[in-house]
């Protein structure tokens, strides 16, 4: 059973437009949502994480808006770049238990 | 630093045969954990390890030992390698309930 539900599996954008990743969970005893990126041969490496206390947090081009009551948070990309074409999970933790999504692989055209 | 260390990157084995994937961290963690990405499953968790002397299944357990050897090791052991292990492995530390460290993988054909 999949506890993290993450959609699309692939996405094409244009340069300079906006990336959106979805992510759904179940679990309430999860605390801490985080997005992981993935180059091709390299490991995962955290881009940006939430806490369910605070439902937008923002760094860069880069935002996650959560949403407690339908279980639900995203990642956004803003002015997506050539570079950020990579792989995105988005994962849901508690304690020392991390789960995470399928993946979306991110093409950002030129 | 070198944060998450694994060894060795690429391997290939025949059924039934054995091996260990080694990790190391230097960032005085307690948690470790041993994930298998395969394409269109994510990642997955084998194996954590909360703090040293402590280890404990994830979900996909089966066909696979670990070893949490002092605080800064943990190693995976495939006591006798099936095909549908293969797969790319990795490493990853973290104090609790806090971002993952993951180390560059093994890359294991099983064939």
């Known amino acids: 059973q999949q506890q993290v539900k993450q959609s699309p599996q692939s996405l094409i954008v244009q340069k300079g437009g906006i990336s959106i990743i979805n992510c759904a969970y179940e679990n309430t005893a999860f605390d801490y949502f985080p997005w992981y990126q993935q180059f091709p041969g390299k490991g995962p490496a955290l881009l940006i994480a939430?806490?369910?206390?605070?439902s937008e947090k923002k760094e860069g081009r880069f935002t996650i808006s959560f949403n407690k009551s339908a279980k639900q948070f995203s990642l956004h990309i803003m002015d997506s770049q050539p570079g950020d074409s990579a792989t995105y999970f988005c994962a849901a933790s508690t304690g020392n238990q991390f789960y995470f999504g399928t993946g979306t692989s991110l093409t950002v055209i030129p | 630093n070198a944060g998450v260390t694994q060894t060795p990157k690429f391997q290939v084995l025949k059924t039934g045969q054995s091996m260990t994937l080694q990790c190391a961290q230097d960032m005085n963690h307690n948690s470790m954990y041993w994930y298998r990405q395969d394409p269109g499953m994510g990642l997955r968790l084998i194996y954590y390890?909360?703090?040293?002397?402590?280890?404990d299944k994830g979900e996909v357990p089966n066909g696979y030992n670990v070893s949490r050897l002092n605080k800064r090791e943990f190693s995976l052991r495939l006591e006798s390698a099936a095909p549908s292990q293969t797969s790319v492995y990795f490493c990853?530390?973290?104090?609790?309930?806090?971002?993952?460290?993951f180390g560059s993988g093994t890359q294991l054909s099983v064939l």
């Open positions: 990853a530390s973290s104090r609790v309930n806090e971002k993952l460290f």
């Open positions: 939430i806490r369910p206390d605070v």
């Open positions: 390890s909360a703090s040293e002397g402590t280890t």
